[in-house]
C-alpha cells in the first residue's frame, strides 16, 4: 500500500508506523519522503507457510517475562527461521513494481511497523529494527525479512510481556521509504520530555543520520521553545555523525573540526520545526515524540509517535491557569480509578474536582490568589505534605503563573485562626458512632430490593445522607480538636521539654479506632484457628493453589475445627469486609468479595504471635502511653510554672485520647455505605446483563453513574464506549500521578530542602517517632506479602485496608503519605517508627536490605 492509500483505518494492515507515516503525508505544509508498505497479509502468509512457528511460540507463551535467558534463547531460534524463509513470487513482484515507481536505483529505508507500534498507550519506539540506505530489489527484501524477523528480538518480546500484548495477536508490517540524505537530523518533543509542560517543546539535533542521536553515539544539540522564541540552547560537542555510504548502509565518521561545536541549527530553523511539530500535534490531538531530517533547507518528517509518558492535564474548556492539587495523595490512594469509582466520588466530596488520567484533582489556584487564603492554603497543606507545599511555592515563586488579588475584606480578622476545642466528651463520640451505624442499617434495609430508576434516585439521595454526616459540624469539631491538641502537644511539649513529637506515644491504644482494632480483630481470628493443624495446612493450600474467593469458607466445614475457623472469618468480614486497597474506589473488590486475599496475612499471624497477641498489644500501647503521660507531667511540674503547665498539658492528652480515634469512624462508615451501594448497582448490572443491555455485569465499572442510571432507564449503551474506556483505564495504571499539575501539563512533586540527614540516607516526613532498625520487605501487593515480626514495611502507599499488616512489622515507611493521613494514624497507635513522603522509596530500598528508620527525625539509613 502507498502511504497515498494509507489513513487511521489501516493500522491492522500497516501497524502504527506506517498508519503515522500516510496520515503525516496528508497534513498540509508537512514534508514525508514517499513510501509504501508491506502489509501484514504479507507478513501473516509467510509466517503461515512455516509449520515450526507454531511450537515455537507455544514455547515461548509459557516463559516467564522475566527469565532473559530463556526469551533470548527462543527469540533467537524464531528469527533464525523467519530470516530464511522464501517470499512467494507473486509477493515479490509486487514489491518490486512499488519500488519502480518510487525511482531508479532508489535507496530507501526500510523498517519495522508492528501492529502493537506507535499506540496511544504504548510507543513500542526502539523495539523493532530498522535498516538505512538499503538499494536493489534483493537487498530490499533481505531487509523485510529482517524486519519481520525484529517482531522476536528479545526486547521486543520483553516489553509485550510487560505491556500485555499477546506475541500471536502482534503482526508485522515493512515500511519501505525513500532515503532522505540530511545535513542534520534529530528529533522534537512537542511537550517538555523533563517537566511535561505542554507549552514547552524540546528539540535535539546533530548532524547526519539521526541514529548517532537515538543510538547514542553524541550527545545532540538541546533547544527549548516556548511561544516561538528559543528560551535555552546547550550546543554539544558533536565529534562523530552517521552518514550514508556510496554502496549502501551507513557509517560513523568523525565530523570536520570547525562544525564540532557548531549549533546543528539556527534558532529560525529551530523555531520553524516547532511551528511544524505543533500541526502534527494538533492534528493527532496530542504531544508527539517526532523524527525529523533537514535537506537542502527543507524540513522532512520520517516518524511522529505519542508521547505515552505524560500525565494527562484536566479539560476546563478555558485558557486560565490552573493548579491541580492530587487529591489521591491525601486520599493514599494514587492507582487509577475506573469511571464510576471516580463519579461515585466526586458526588461525595463538597469540593469541585476534575479528571484527569484516571485519578482527580482540586484547582487550588483561586485558593493562592489571596494573601489570605495562599496563607491558608500552604499552612494546611504544609503541615500535613511538606513536599506539595514545596512544589506550590515553586510555582508562586515565578510570580507570572498565578494571578494576585487582594483579600476581599482587609479590615476583618484574618480566616482560618485556629478552631474552638471542646472539653473530652466520650459520650459524643459513643453517640456519633451511634448515628452512623443506625444510618447504615437503614440504608442496608431499604435499598436492598430497589432496581431501575428507583435504585439510582435512592443513591442519589443517600449520597447527600452520606455527606451531612461526613460533614456533621459536632463530628468535625471532634476530629479537629483531637487534631489541634496533637499539634499544640507537639510544639509545646518540644518548647519546654526539648522532647519530638511527644504526642505518638501518647496516641498509642486510643480507644474506638476502627481501623487499628480491624488489625487487632485478625489476631482473634488467628487465635481461633491455631489449634487447629489441619485448617492451617488447608488454608496454606488455598494460598498456594493462588485460589480466589470465598469458596474454601465453605470446604472448612468438613475439618475439625473448620466450622469455628469458618465462622471467626465471616464474623471479621461482617465488621470488615467492606474493605480492601483502594476502597475509595467503589470499583475494587471488596474482602467479603474475596476473603481469599486475607489467608496469607491469617497464616502470618498465626506463625508470628501467641494465643492473645490482639489484647496483649492493645494493653502494652496502653500502658506504654500512661507511662508516656506520667513521664511528660511529672517532668513539666519540676519546670518553672509547671503546676499551669502540666495541668493544660493533661487537659490536651485528655482531648487527645477522647477525639483520636475516632477521626477514623466516618471514613469507616462511608466504606460500609459504598459496598451497600455496589451491591445494589451490581444486582443491577446482573439484570442488565440478563436483558443482553451489557456484555458483561463489571461494564458498569466504565460508566459514570448518572451514564449507568440512564442505561438503567433506557435499557440502551453505548457498547464503543465501554471498550474505549476499557482501553483508556489499562493505560492510566501504568502512569505515575504527580503531586502538582499545572494546567500547561508540568508535573511537581516537590523536593525536602533540609541537610540535616546523614550522607545517602533517604529523606521523607517524620509522622510516628522512635528509630528501628530491621530487614526491608518492598510490597506492591498486600495480599503477597510475606512478613515475620520484626520486619520494615516498605510500599508506595497504605490505606485502612493495610492495617492488618501493621501488627507484625516494626516500622514503615512509605513513598505518598502526610501527617494525618491513614499510615502514620495507626503507626502512632501501633507504636511503629515511620517515615513517609520518601520519593521511590520502593525503588532504592531492595527487598531484604536491613535498613535503619528514623521516625523522629524523617530520614532512613541503608545499612548494607
Not at 533464525?80 to 517470499?87: H, K, Y
Not at 451514564?707 to 483505564?729: H, M, N, Q, S, W
Not at 493495610?802 to 502526610?818: C, D, I, K, N, R
Request: with cysteine; aromatic share 6%.
Amino acid at each position: 500500500m502507498g502511504f497515498e492509500h494509507i489513513d487511521s483505518t489501516n493500522a491492522a494492515d500497516v501497524g502504527g508506523k506506517g498508519v503515522h507515516l500516510g496520515e503525516l503525508s496528508r497534513i498540509d505544509g508537512i514534508r514525508v519522503p514517499d513510501g509504501f508498505c508491506v502489509t501484514t497479509d504479507a507478513f501473516q502468509r509467510v509466517v503461515a507457510g512455516m509449520p515450526s512457528i507454531d511450537a515455537q511460540l507455544d514455547l515461548l507463551a509459557r516463559v516467564e517475562p522475566d527469565d532473559h535467558a530463556a526469551i533470548r534463547t527462543l527469540s533467537a531460534d524464531i528469527r533464525r527461521v523467519i530470516e530464511g524463509v522464501a517470499i512467494p513470487d507473486d509477493l515479490v513482484a509486487a514489491i518490486g513494481a512499488s519500488l519502480d515507481r518510487l525511482g531508479e536505483r532508489v535507496s530507501c529505508a526500510v523498517r519495522s511497523s508492528a501492529t502493537a507500534e506507535d499506540l496511544p498507550t504504548a510507543s513500542f519506539a526502539g523495539q523493532q529494527d530498522s535498516y538505512l540506505n538499503i538499494t536493489g530489489l534483493a537487498e530490499i527484501l533481505r531487509h523485510v525479512r529482517r524486519c519481520w524477523a525484529s517482531l522476536f528480538t528479545e526486547r521486543a518480546v520483553t516489553y509485550r510481556r510487560r505491556n500485555g500484548f499477546d506475541d500471536r495477536k502482534v503482526r508485522m508490517a515493512v515500511v519501505v521509504q525513500r532515503m532522505v540524505f540530511p545535513d542534520a537530523a534529530g528529533i522534537l518533543f512537542t511537550a517538555d520530555p523533563v517537566t511535561s509542560n505542554r507549552k514547552i517543546a524540546t528539540v535535539e539535533a546533530g548532524w547526519g543520520l539521526g541514529e548517532a542521536l537515538v543510538s547514542g553515539l553524541v550527545a545532540g544539540d538541546v533547544y527549548t521553545v516556548r511561544d516561538d522564541r528559543v528560551v535555552s540552547a546547550a550546543v554539544a560537542d558533536k565529534p562523530r555523525s552517521v552518514r550514508a555510504t556510496p554502496g549502501g548502509g551507513t557509517r560513523d565518521e568523525p565530523v570536520e573540526a570547525r562544525l564540532r561545536t557548531q549549533p546543528a541549527l539556527t534558532d529560525e530553523q529551530v523555531v520553524g520545526l516547532v511551528r511544524l511539530g505543533r500541526r502534527i500535534e494538533a492534528y493527532y490531538g496530542r504531544p508527539q515524540d517526532i523524527e525529523w531530517c533537514l535537506a537542502g533547507g527543507d524540513f522532512h518528517i520520517v516518524q511522529s509517535r505519542p508521547i505515552t509518558t505524560l500525565f494527562p492535564v484536566p479539560e476546563t474548556g478555558d485558557e486560565e491557569n490552573h493548579l491541580y492539587v492530587s487529591v489521591g495523595h491525601q486520599q493514599m490512594m494514587t492507582d487509577a480509578m475506573k469511571p464510576l469509582g471516580l463519579s461515585v466520588w466526586r458526588l461525595t466530596t463538597l469540593r469541585p474536582m476534575y479528571e484527569a488520567g484516571g485519578r482527580l484533582f482540586v484547582d487550588v489556584a483561586p485558593d493562592l490568589a489571596t494573601p489570605a487564603g495562599r496563607a491558608r492554603l500552604l499552612g494546611t497543606l504544609g503541615k500535613d505534605d511538606p513536599l506539595i507545599r514545596d512544589a506550590l511555592q515553586s510555582v508562586l515563586d515565578r510570580g507570572d503563573f498565578i494571578r494576585s488579588l487582594p483579600d476581599e475584606d482587609s479590615g476583618s480578622a484574618p480566616a482560618g485562626g485556629p478552631p474552638a476545642l471542646i472539653e473530652p466528651d466520650p459520650a459524643l463520640v459513643t453517640e456519633l458512632i451511634r448515628q452512623n451505624q443506625e444510618s447504615v442499617a437503614t440504608l442496608r434495609r431499604e435499598i436492598e430490593h430497589l432496581s431501575g430508576p428507583a435504585l439510582f434516585d435512592f443513591v442519589l439521595a443517600d449520597l447527600a445522607e452520606l455527606k451531612r454526616i461526613l460533614f456533621y459540624p459536632r463530628g468535625i469539631q471532634a476530629i479537629m480538636t483531637g487534631m489541634a491538641a496533637t499539634s499544640w502537644l507537639n510544639e509545646n511539649l518540644e518548647a519546654w521539654l526539648g522532647e519530638k513529637n511527644a504526642a505518638d506515644a501518647l496516641t498509642q491504644s486510643v480507644p474506638g479506632n476502627v481501623t487499628s482494632e480491624m488489625g487487632l480483630a485478625l489476631l482473634d481470628v488467628a487465635d481461633t484457628i491455631r489449634p487447629h493443624a489441619g485448617v492451617v495446612t488447608f488454608l496454606q493450600r488455598v494460598v498456594d493453589e493462588g485460589r480466589e474467593g470465598d469458596g474454601f469458607l465453605d470446604e472448612l466445614a468438613g475439618l475439625t475445627g473448620g466450622p469455628e475457623a469458618r465462622d471467626a472469618i465471616r464474623g471479621y468480614l461482617d465488621t470488615y469486609g467492606m474493605r480492601c486497597p483502594g476502597e475509595i474506589d467503589i470499583t475494587r473488590t471488596r474482602w467479603s468479595e474475596n476473603p481469599a486475599v486475607l489467608v496469607p496475612t491469617l497464616l502470618g499471624n498465626i506463625r508470628n504471635f501467641e494465643p492473645g497477641a490482639g489484647k496483649r498489644h492493645f494493653e502494652q500501647g496502653l500502658q506504654a502511653s500512661q507511662r508516656k503521660e506520667e513521664d511528660l507531667l511529672t517532668r513539666l511540674r519540676a519546670l518553672p510554672g509547671g503546676e499551669e503547665k502540666a495541668e493544660e498539658t493533661k487537659r490536651m492528652i485528655d482531648r487527645v485520647r477522647t477525639f483520636a480515634g475516632y477521626r477514623e469512624y466516618p471514613k469507616y462508615g462511608m466504606i460500609n455505605r459504598y459496598f451497600a451501594y455496589k451491591q445494589a448497582l451490581l444486582r443491577e448490572a446482573d439484570r442488565l446483563v440478563r436483558s443482553g443491555v451489557l456484555r458483561e455485569r463489571d461494564d458498569i465499572f466504565f460508566l459514570q453513574f448518572q451514564e449507568l442510571r440512564e442505561v438503567a432507564r433506557t435499557g440502551a449503551v453505548d457498547a464503543g464506549l465501554i471498550r474505549e474506556r476499557r482501553e483508556a483505564f489499562r493505560s492510566y495504571e501504568a502512569l505515575t500521578p504527580p503531586r502538582i499539575l499545572t494546567s500547561e501539563g508540568e508535573a511537581l512533586n516537590g523536593r525536602y530542602r533540609r541537610d540535616d540527614a546523614p550522607p545517602g540516607a533517604l529523606t521523607g516526613l517524620p509522622v510516628s517517632a522512635g528509630t528501628v532498625e530491621g530487614r526491608a520487605r518492598v510490597v506492591t501487593d498486600m495480599a503477597r506479602a510475606d512478613l515475620v515480626a520484626g520486619d520494615i514495611l516498605v510500599t508506595a502507599y497504605t490505606d485502612p485496608s493495610w492495617t492488618p499488616l501493621f501488627v507484625t512489622v516494626a516500622g514503615l515507611v512509605t513513598e505518598v503519605g502526610g501527617l494525618m493521613t491513614h499510615g502514620a494514624v495507626i503507626a502512632r497507635e501501633y507504636g511503629l517508627p515511620a517515615v513517609v513522603g520518601v520519593a521511590q522509596a520502593t525503588r532504592l530500598i531492595r527487598d531484604g536490605q536491613r535498613i535503619r528508620v528514623h521516625g523522629t527525625d524523617g530520614y532512613i539509613e541503608l545499612l548494607d
